[in-house]
């Protein structure tokens, strides 16, 4: 077979999405050695609580580079391991990927899950508002990666996993000259799958409620991790519940949350007024909803998928506190032919009349799958691949 193991890089704890969106278990069943290594502590001096499940793969954790380096090169046959990055492109990994390319690793990365993003502000008080000390640096360190890797100091990817015909934008700050060269296998998004897997077994639709899908906006761990600005946690509830509260009253059905799944203080914690809270299980939901209420979630990939209409909202607070969701709840709005609403403002959801199918179709196929994956399951191209 090509491979005869798998190694994941990752600069956080292994959670079992992960597991799961990347087929750690099909790889493992298929008899290919599986490992996960977990980078957190050379990257992040805390993880900040984040979900470690560890148990479920063989997980090595290393605290420095010297460390990472003493393990590729006891790496038996370097030429039959897949190294596999699940993480973003951008300046942070220039030590790390040089480590890589020192040892000629053969390294690939899932491009998907990608959206379509908006054009960022073009003003000058636009663009000083995004601008932080974090950011300044890690542009500078970003310059340098693109030095090193013109000057091959840092190899490019080897092969490219890609769901849809944009997905490759989802690797990073990339663009496509740099993965031109790469084997590209085409797959699909990690929502696509999960609805293609449920999809039978969704029985008949049912429109008993309507559908939140939740993005843990106040307390992401990842706005923590990478310095992101947010919005606080007693604004946005307040605001998110009085909103939901009128869309109840105007359609006469429950809203229900389908949780984020680091959501973790949902299950201990009532933010949402006593409306039913459920984890993992997106997909099901979407299936007899109404309609799905989103800010800029990648859950929006359920919706489309089943044919359901979307209906985006924002606040003065998202616009104030977090541009880039307000931008993206315009842009997604806008590119989907669907509404959207400030939830601050008290008026009638402006929900659309009319699927707008033309352009469900054109964001299929742009970021969910392709032509030639449609139907097929990304574990089995996956594995398939790994064995020829």
């Given at each position: 077979?090509?491979?005869?193991?798998?190694?994941?890089?990752?600069?956080?704890?292994?959670?079992?999405?992960?597991?799961?969106?990347f087929y750690m278990g099909e790889a493992d069943l298929a008899g290919l050695k599986v490992e996960y290594w977990d980078l957190t502590s050379i990257f992040f001096e805390d993880?900040?609580?984040m979900e470690d499940s560890?148990?479920?793969?063989?997980?090595r954790k290393f605290t420095n580079y010297t460390e990472l380096e003493f393990a590729l090169k006891n790496e038996e046959l370097l030429s039959k391991t897949l190294f596999i990055s699940i993480m973003t492109f951008e300046g942070r990994?220039?030590?790390?990927?040089?480590l890589l390319t020192k040892y000629n690793c053969i390294l690939s990365v899932f491009g998907r899950n990608m959206f379509p993003l908006p054009s960022p502000p073009k003003s000058l008080l636009g663009t000083l508002g995004r601008i932080k000390i974090a950011t300044v640096l890690n542009y500078f360190r970003f310059k340098r990666v693109l030095k090193l890797m013109k000057n091959g100091k840092i190899k490019k990817y080897d092969i490219?996993?890609?769901g849809g015909e944009q997905g490759w934008k989802g690797i990073g700050r990339v663009d496509f000259e740099s993965i031109?060269?790469?084997?590209?296998?085409?797959?699909?998004?990690d929502d696509y799958d999960t609805y293609l897997m449920l999809k039978n077994e969704m029985g008949e639709k049912t429109d008993q409620y309507i559908l939140f899908l939740d993005e843990y906006l106040p307390l992401h761990p990842d706005t923590v991790l990478f310095n992101i600005k947010n919005v606080k946690v007693e604004d946005y509830y307040p605001e998110l519940n009085s909103y939901f509260d009128r869309v109840e009253k105007q359609y006469g059905l429950p809203v229900v949350i389908a949780a984020h799944p680091k959501a973790i203080r949902y299950k201990t914690e009532d933010f949402f007024n006593g409306r039913k809270v459920v984890f993992n299980e997106t997909a099901q939901l979407t299936n007899n909803a109404f309609f799905v209420l989103a800010h800029d979630s990648t859950s929006i990939n359920y919706p489309i998928a089943s044919g359901k209409?979307?209906?985006?909202?924002?606040?003065?607070?998202?616009?104030?506190?977090?541009?880039?969701?307000?931008r993206n709840v315009v842009h997604f709005s806008d590119y989907l032919g669907c509404n959207y609403q400030f939830m601050n403002i008290?008026?009638?959801?402006n929900l659309v009349d009319e699927l707008p199918i033309k352009n469900y179709e054109k964001y299929k196929y742009s970021f969910q799958t392709s032509p030639e994956t449609e139907d097929k399951l990304s574990s089995k191209i996956f594995i398939d691949f790994l064995l020829k």
């Open positions: 077979m090509r491979f005869d193991k798998v190694v994941y890089l990752r600069y956080m704890p292994l959670t079992a999405k992960v597991y799961s969106d993880n900040h609580g560890s148990y479920l793969a063989k997980v990994i220039s030590k790390l990927y040089q490219v996993f890609q031109k060269d790469a084997e590209i296998v085409k797959v699909n998004s209409k979307l209906h985006f909202i924002t606040s003065k607070n998202i616009l104030n506190g977090i541009g880039q969701v307000h008290d008026e009638k959801v």
